[in-house]
């Protein structure tokens, strides 16, 4: 996929909840994506107890998950973040593939934006790079959090 990410908006975070889903599975390069995702956001302004992180096994959990965590409290956006990794056989292809659809799914379901922060990686060196080296994927994920959330605080009005 391209490294072209949009310029970042200077938004306020202020008002907005955010949930965070976050896989555990590849726990290091995921936990890298929490905090930079979190950190991102409180830094724009985004309050702590406005900030839910809830944990689910593996990637392909984070739909059901964002579902349920919907149902229970009112979110202006929910980032789902996973890092799959190629591995033998093509088990992480179809994760990859299924979660994006349910990802959207939930979204379009709930009129909730969901970020889909699923890092797919080829290997170990291109989910370093996107997790925690120059490419910054957290960051993005962050950006595109508070810039949904704001669409939709606007067009909900
Ligand atoms: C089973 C599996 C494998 C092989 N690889 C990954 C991975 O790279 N990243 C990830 O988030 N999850 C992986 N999983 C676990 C699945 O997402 C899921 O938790 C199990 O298939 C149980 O539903």
């Known amino acids: 996929m391209s ?23 590849n726990p290091e390069l995921v936990g890298a994506l929490v905090e930079q995702v979190s950190a991102q956001l409180v830094a724009a302004g985004v309050k702590n107890k406005s900030l839910v992180v809830e944990r ?23 980032v789902a973040l996973g890092v799959l990794i190629r591995g033998d056989t093509i088990h992480y292809e179809l994760i990859a593939e299924a979660v994006t659809h349910a990802l959207q799914t939930v979204a379009l379901d709930a009129g909730v934006p969901v970020i889909n922060g699923v890092v797919v990686a080829e290997n170990q060196a291109q989910a370093e790079a996107r997790c925690r080296g120059p490419v910054n994927r957290g960051a993005e994920f962050a950006q595109a959090a508070l810039e949904m959330a704001q669409l939709k605080k606007r067009l909900s009005r």
Do not use: C, M, Q, W
């Open 56 to 78: 689910v096994p593996g990637s392909n959990e984070l739909p059901v998950a964002v579902r349920l965590l919907l149902k229970k409290r009112r979110f202006d956006v929910v």
């Open 3 to 25: 490294l072209a990410a949009p310029g970042s908006l200077s938004i306020d975070g202020k008002p907005f909840t955010v949930g965070i889903v976050a896989a555990r599975y």
